[in-house]
C-alpha cells in the first residue's frame, strides 16, 4: 500500500483546503461509494467497518454501496484508532487516555467520539504541561 507523508510545516495550509462541491454544480458527483472509499475514509479495518454496520453506525445500501454524505458526517463525528495514533504522535500505540480501565470507552467499530476524544487529549496536554513547568 502506498502512503502520503506531509511535512508538518504544511499541514496546516493543507488542512485548511476545501473542495465545495456545489461550485461545481454542473458536474454529476456519484452519491455512493464502494465499501473501499469508506473503510479509507474512515481509517478502519474491514473488519471494524464491518462492526460499523452492524452497530447501526454506517448504513450499506441495497447495492452494497455506502451513501457518501452519510459515510462524511461520520467522519466527522467519531476518529478511528489509526487518527488518533496519527493526530497525536504515538508511535504505533493509542495514548494513555485511550488504553486500561480509565479509558475512553471506543463507541462501536469507527472508534471513539471525536469530541470526546480531542476534549481528552486536551486535558492530558494540559497536564503534561503542568507536569512540565
Given amino acids: ?42 481509517n478502519v479495518t474491514p473488519k471494524c467497518l464491518d462492526e460499523a454496520v452492524a452497530d447501526g453506525q454506517l448504513r450499506r445500501e441495497a447495492n452494497g454501496m455506502f451513501d457518501w454524505h452519510h459515510v462524511m458526517d461520520r467522519g466527522t463525528t467519531f476518529i478511528s484508532g489509526g487518527e488518533i495514533v496519527m493526530r497525536w504522535d504515538c508511535e504505533q500505540k493509542k495514548p494513555a487516555a485511550f488504553r486500561g480501565r480509565a479509558k475512553l470507552q471506543r463507541e462501536g467499530g469507527l472508534g471513539w467520539s471525536r469530541t470526546k476524544a480531542k476534549r481528552r487529549m486536551e486535558k492530558v496536554a494540559s497536564k503534561m504541561k503542568s507536569v512540565r513547568e
Fill in 1 to 42: 500500500m502506498a502512503r502520503v507523508n506531509i511535512h508538518s510545516d504544511d499541514v496546516r495550509r493543507i488542512a485548511g483546503m476545501q473542495f465545495d462541491r456545489q461550485v461545481h454544480s454542473d458536474f454529476q458527483f456519484e452519491a455512493q461509494m464502494p465499501r473501499c472509499d469508506a473503510e479509507r475514509l474512515q
